[in-house]
């Protein structure tokens, strides 16, 4: 493929709410482009963006797909998105590296939380928008209705640029509101299209369209204001020179009729996109940091190269792949550019340009373009390659924080260093996933955006490292502590052949304040025990806080004194006094009234009012307690306290309660005393998994 320059790219990221046909809008794009000569379909897994198993599997994009196509002379970069809200970290991305947005919505679904969610995160990039109204040859659609909740909801700068004439399932021809004309599509799914003058009431009706967006063009540009008013009008040649200004300001947001998967509607958009729509030009300058931290700007027409890696995949017919931007200089095969994140020196190696899977290697990449590089050696999502002489860093994408989490489980013995390898480079490649090895629950904990995202993460960490690994509820991390005072005198006495054990020791324990942790003190007086023992004893306490007394969890907020005991001149010695300690504290705390503290987050819940209901009844079957409710807009913003225990999978619950409306986070506040019937449950399991754990490991 050849070279463009800046000015012919278009890079636009496909974004919408799940299943609004963002995959077979990009399908469409590639057969009107003969990319492809058919349409694949996502029920026979044939699409060219939903490539990956787990897509083809759940009939859904998980991943961010680039393609790219040549329409009239200008080079498409297209990046299909997935629409469930889990895998928001590939939107994330693609709107980062995108020059405009192309947000599509279902004809008969209307606007959902994905659409309101992906144009919210184009606005912070500060990209403007086109919408596509798409799926028109459904039964039951209401173009004009759509169109108006599309008015009230992104404002009055939304205007149609066609309108569908047939809509339903014979849909094939639109009203052409640039052109006044009738287009006709073809049958056969090819994208072609003829053209005739729009006549009679059509012809009224798009010649008023046509005039109003004179009106609407002209109101953008001051200069083409006073053109319209000294003339009463605009020409032809300056109302079109005024679209692609009035496109970038988002005084204009051109919404088009289309229906993808019989491929009526699209090429016109393309024609629109290829003449009117954002190119890297647009955003000629971008922010950086250089190398003291200050900040700075990237300039698209600079010698020095800056690429930014907004995307990174490992596939097992792939390799290491890495999706980058190149936001100045060239990226050229077999030079070393500078990872200003990592400071470590890349030597670039295949440089490819991507549909779906399939892939053509190129020499190089010009500033503006998008492509992918394989096998870097430790370059990852977010990171910035640039050239060595100039050290600066791109703003990076700020992901989501995860709201769900789950215990990953082996099946398998010895695949421990598989699975951690595993984990670390799904992390690389997809940062909105964490995981965690959790010394005190001894469990390795996984947290994503959602519970889909969760399976998916499973899955690839299955199929790629060949692990195999369970989900399951992470155990909380309950505390144990006293109300009352205890005491106790304990003495070890072991005599075998040859030296025993001796130690006796005296013990006081009380509870301190909430939070206040563990404090150990001695006030021993007198011979009675030699001062060299009191860290053995301590010794022998903490072992006893770190593995617990009635139900195997952390001890917290006691205050130990050990007071006084006994020991043998020959017999005492430090294990035996660590043991004394052990049992001592072991026995002084089940006479303190033991209980269990739980720990309690701090949620905040934003939902539409319309739902305050079913979330408040919901949050008190969990225990929460509410700590306020303010409004914001249309939505209400909830925050609780409510236990760690009772909020595993709570996104989940969240979403069918709200239609997909709400969202939370949740973080960890402070303990709690929890209540007694909840507290024997857990005491109770804690006792059978020790008996489970004793019967199979008896030394």
């Given at each position: 493929?050849?070279?463009?320059?800046?000015?012919?790219?278009?890079?636009?990221?496909?974004?919408?709410?799940?299943s609004s046909?963002?995959?077979?809008?990009?399908?469409?794009?590639?057969?009107?482009?003969?990319?492809?000569?058919?349409?694949?379909?996502?029920?026979?897994?044939?699409?060219?963006?939903?490539?990956?198993?787990?897509?083809?599997?759940?009939?859904?994009?998980?991943?961010?797909?680039?393609?790219?196509?040549?329409?009239?002379?200008?080079?498409?970069?297209?990046?299909?998105?997935?629409?469930?809200?889990?895998?928001?970290?590939?939107?994330l991305?693609?709107?980062?590296?995108?020059?405009?947005?192309?947000?599509?919505?279902?004809?008969?679904?209307g606007?959902?939380?994905?659409?309101?969610?992906?144009?919210?995160?184009a606005?912070?990039y500060?990209?403007?928008?086109?919408?596509?109204?798409?799926?028109?040859?459904?039964e039951n659609?209401?173009?004009?209705?759509?169109?108006?909740?599309?008015?009230?909801?992104?404002?009055?700068?939304?205007?149609?640029?066609?309108?569908?004439?047939?809509?339903?399932?014979?849909?094939?021809?639109?009203?052409?509101?640039?052109?006044?004309?009738?287009?006709?599509?073809?049958?056969?799914?090819?994208?072609?299209?003829?053209?005739?003058?729009?006549?009679?009431?059509?012809?009224e009706?798009?010649?008023?369209?046509?005039?109003?967006?004179?009106?609407?063009?002209?109101?953008?540009?001051?200069?083409?204001?006073?053109?319209?008013?000294?003339?009463?009008?605009?020409?032809?040649?300056?109302?079109?020179?005024?679209?692609?200004?009035?496109?970038?300001?988002?005084?204009?947001?051109?919404?088009?009729?289309?229906?993808?998967?019989?491929?009526?509607?699209?090429?016109?958009?393309?024609?629109?996109?290829?003449?009117?729509?954002?190119?890297p030009?647009?955003?000629?300058?971008?922010?950086?940091?250089?190398?003291?931290?200050?900040?700075?700007?990237?300039?698209?027409?600079?010698?020095?190269?800056?690429?930014?890696?907004?995307?990174?995949?490992?596939?097992a017919?792939?390799?290491?792949?890495?999706?980058?931007?190149?936001?100045?200089?060239?990226?050229?095969?077999?030079?070393?550019?500078?990872?200003?994140?990592?400071?470590?020196?890349?030597r670039?190696?295949?440089?490819?340009?991507?549909?779906?899977?399939?892939?053509?290697?190129?020499?190089?990449?010009?500033?503006?373009?998008?492509?992918?590089?394989?096998?870097?050696?430790?370059?990852?999502?977010?990171?910035?390659?640039?050239?060595?002489?100039h050290?600066?860093?791109?703003?990076?994408?700020?992901?989501?924080?995860?709201?769900?989490?789950?215990?990953?489980?082996?099946?398998?013995?010895?695949?421990?260093?598989?699975?951690?390898t595993?984990?670390?480079?799904?992390?690389?490649?997809?940062?909105?996933?964490?995981?965690?090895?959790?010394?005190?629950?001894?469990?390795?904990?996984?947290?994503?955006?959602?519970?889909l995202?969760?399976?998916?993460?499973?899955?690839?960490?299955?199929?790629?490292?060949?692990?195999?690994?369970?989900?399951a509820?992470?155990?909380?991390?309950?505390?144990?502590?006293?109300?009352?005072?205890?005491?106790?005198?304990?003495?070890?006495?072991?005599?075998?052949?040859?030296?025993?054990?001796?130690?006796?020791?005296?013990?006081?324990?009380?509870?301190?304040?909430?939070?206040?942790?563990v404090?150990?003190?001695?006030?021993l007086?007198?011979?009675?025990?030699?001062?060299?023992?009191?860290?053995?004893?301590?010794?022998?306490?903490?072992q006893?806080?770190?593995?617990?007394?009635?139900?195997?969890?952390?001890?917290?907020?006691?205050?130990?004194?050990?007071?006084?005991?006994?020991?043998?001149?020959?017999?005492?010695?430090?294990?035996?006094?660590?043991?004394?300690?052990?049992?001592?504290?072991?026995?002084?705390?089940?006479?303190?009234?033991?209980?269990?503290?739980?720990?309690?987050?701090?949620?905040?819940?934003?939902?539409?009012?319309?739902?305050?209901?079913?979330?408040?009844?919901?949050?008190?079957?969990?225990?929460?307690?509410?700590?306020?409710?303010?409004?914001?807009?249309?939505?209400?913003?909830?925050?609780?306290?409510?236990?760690?225990?009772?909020?595993?999978?709570?996104?989940?619950?969240?979403?069918?309660?709200?239609?997909?409306?709400?969202?939370?986070?949740?973080?960890?506040?402070?303990?709690?005393?929890?209540?007694?019937?909840?507290?024997?449950?857990?005491?109770?399991?804690?006792?059978?998994?020790?008996?489970?754990?004793?019967?199979?490991?008896?030394?």
């Open positions: 493929m050849k070279n463009y320059p800046p000015a012919e790219i278009r890079n636009f990221a496909i974004v919408g709410h799940a046909g963002k995959t077979l809008l990009s399908e469409a794009m590639l057969r009107c482009a003969g990319v492809i000569t058919r349409m694949g379909r996502i029920a026979d897994g044939t699409t060219v963006s939903d490539y990956h198993a787990s897509e083809k599997h759940r009939q859904i994009s998980v991943s961010a797909t680039l393609m790219h196509a040549d329409w009239s002379g200008k080079k498409f970069n297209m990046i299909d998105t997935p629409g469930y809200l889990d895998f928001i970290s590939e939107g991305g693609a709107l980062r590296v995108g020059d405009f947005a192309l947000v599509v919505i279902q004809a008969q679904h606007l959902g939380v994905g659409t309101d969610r992906a144009w919210n995160y606005t912070n500060g990209i403007p928008k086109m919408i596509v109204i798409n799926a028109l040859d459904k659609t209401n173009f004009e209705a759509v169109l108006k909740s599309a008015k009230e909801h992104f404002g009055r700068h939304v205007f149609p640029v066609s309108i569908p004439i047939d809509a339903g399932p014979g849909f094939k021809r639109t009203l052409d509101v640039l052109r006044n004309e009738i287009i006709t599509y073809a049958a056969d799914g090819s994208g072609k299209y003829t053209e005739e003058p729009a006549t009679g009431d059509w012809g009706k798009v010649k008023a369209l046509h005039r109003e967006l004179i009106e609407h063009i002209a109101e953008s540009d001051d200069s083409l204001m006073n053109q319209y008013f000294e003339k009463g009008g605009l020409s032809e040649e300056e109302f079109r020179s005024g679209i692609h200004a009035a496109v970038q300001k988002e005084l204009f947001i051109p919404l088009f009729a289309a229906s993808a998967e019989k491929n009526v509607g699209v090429a016109r958009l393309m024609d629109f996109i290829a003449k009117y729509g954002s190119s030009v647009d955003r000629k300058k971008v922010p950086a940091i250089d190398a003291n931290g200050k900040d700075t700007e990237v300039l698209l027409d600079s010698a020095e190269t800056t690429a930014y890696i907004f995307k990174t995949m490992s596939e017919h792939f390799g290491e792949l890495s999706f980058f931007r190149v936001y100045s200089g060239t990226v050229t095969t077999g030079t070393d550019l500078f990872n200003s994140d990592r400071k470590i020196t890349e670039v190696g295949q440089i490819f340009l991507l549909n779906g899977q399939t892939r053509e290697a190129v020499h190089s990449l010009g500033a503006g373009d998008i492509g992918a590089v394989v096998k870097l050696k430790d370059t990852h999502t977010g990171n910035t390659l640039c050239s060595p002489k050290p600066l860093t791109l703003p990076k994408v700020v992901y989501p924080k995860p709201n769900i989490h789950a215990a990953l489980i082996a099946s398998v013995k010895g695949e421990e260093d598989k699975i951690a595993g984990l670390a480079a799904l992390h690389e490649e997809d940062p909105t996933f964490l995981y965690l090895v959790d010394g005190e629950l001894h469990q390795t904990i996984i947290s994503a955006q959602g519970e995202h969760l399976e998916v993460v499973a899955d690839r960490l299955r199929r790629r490292h060949n692990v195999h690994v369970e989900l509820e992470p155990r909380v991390k309950y505390r144990e502590t006293i109300k009352g005072k205890g005491e106790s005198k304990y003495r070890h006495k072991k005599q075998t052949g040859g030296a025993g054990q001796f130690a006796e020791v005296w013990m006081r324990i009380e509870p301190k304040p909430r939070d206040s942790g404090e150990f003190t001695q006030s007086v007198g011979q009675n025990v030699d001062r060299n023992f009191v860290p053995s004893v301590e010794k022998g306490v903490q006893v806080c770190s593995e617990g007394v009635i139900a195997g969890c952390r001890v917290t907020d006691v205050k130990i004194d050990f007071y006084d005991g006994k020991m043998h001149p020959v017999d005492s010695k430090d294990i035996a006094f660590q043991i004394a300690g052990y049992f001592a504290f072991k026995e002084s705390f089940v006479a303190a009234k033991p209980v269990l503290l739980e720990p309690i987050e701090t949620v905040e819940i934003r939902i539409p009012e319309d739902f305050m209901g079913k979330v408040m009844g919901d949050l008190s079957s969990r225990r929460g307690k509410i700590l306020g409710i303010e409004a914001e807009g249309a939505f209400q913003l909830i925050k609780a306290h409510v236990p760690t225990a009772e909020l595993y999978h709570y996104s989940s619950t969240l979403r069918s309660l709200t239609g997909g409306a709400g969202v939370h986070t949740e973080e960890v506040s402070h303990y709690e005393e929890m209540p007694r019937d909840a507290a024997e449950k857990v005491i109770a399991e804690a006792t059978k998994r020790k008996a489970h754990h004793d019967h199979h490991n008896p030394h």
